[in-house]
């Protein structure tokens, strides 16, 4: 079974621009969250979703947004991309909502100069 | 709200010495704990997770927990460790009965030497 994928896998930016970043969870998987790494903050969580609809998010300003797909694929968007924002976003799926194990992507690394 | 402190940034050992990466985490209401790996340029992979039951926990490549509900930890152990351990390693929790959002700890560099 082919695990989550994400693509880009890298991204280079400009401040200002904005920028889509896909997710394709495994097969079966309903639930997708996402994630920010960065060195400074470590692994903060940006939103959840499950069945098209977001059942949760994390503490981080509108520019963030994302939707979710009836295929589960889901879609992070940044737009007006500030400096802060280079960081490593990490997409993970699960059956369902749940104390399920969530299998982690291996991240799309977005650069903004 | 929950929060996950990993009490040590990077922990260096020898290879074949035991290891215990120290978690605690500070919640109002009772969460479900886990442990992941993170290997360099890679995803996440989960190590073991403390639902409910037994204290004691077993993972993959030999790693363990013990849950300890009065000191609110959560440490993660092996007793002998390989170079192919070395990778950084995250504590995170997530609230029972709410969000399955995960909050982790600022993770844990452990470097194996030769």
């Known amino acids: 079974k082919a695990g989550v994928t994400q693509t880009p896998r890298y991204l280079i930016k400009t401040r200002g621009q904005q920028v889509t970043l896909s997710c394709s969870p495994i097969?079966?998987?309903?639930?997708v969250s996402w994630y920010q790494q960065t060195p400074g903050q470590g692994l903060q969580f940006l939103f959840e979703?499950?069945?098209?609809?977001?059942?949760n998010k994390g503490n981080f300003p509108g520019r963030f947004s994302g939707r979710q797909f009836s295929n589960s694929r889901s879609e992070m968007n940044v737009s007006t991309l500030e400096l802060g924002d280079s960081a490593l976003y990490l997409c993970?799926?699960?059956?369902?909502?749940?104390?399920?194990?969530?299998?982690f992507g291996p991240g799309t690394r977005l650069t903004v100069l | 709200a929950q929060s996950v402190t990993q009490l040590d940034s990077q922990v260096p050992v020898f290879e074949e010495a035991p290891v215990e990466l120290r978690c605690n985490y500070s919640s109002s209401v009772s969460v479900y704990l886990f442990w992941y790996v993170q290997y360099p340029n890679q995803g996440l992979q989960l190590l073991l997770k403390?639902?409910?039951?037994?204290?004691l926990v077993k993972g993959i490549n030999g790693f363990e927990a013990e849950f300890n509900k009065s000191q609110t930890s959560f440490h993660l152990r092996k007793p002998s460790v390989h170079i192919s351990d070395t990778a950084e390693y995250f504590c995170a929790a997530s609230l029972q009965g709410g969000s399955e959002k995960l909050v982790f700890g600022k993770g844990t560099k452990l470097t194996v030497n030769p």
């Open positions: 979703y499950f069945s098209e609809t977001q059942r």
């Open positions: 097969s079966g998987h309903r639930s």
């Open positions: 993970a799926s699960s059956l369902d909502p749940g104390p399920n194990e969530q299998f």
């Open positions: 403390y639902l409910s039951g037994s204290t």
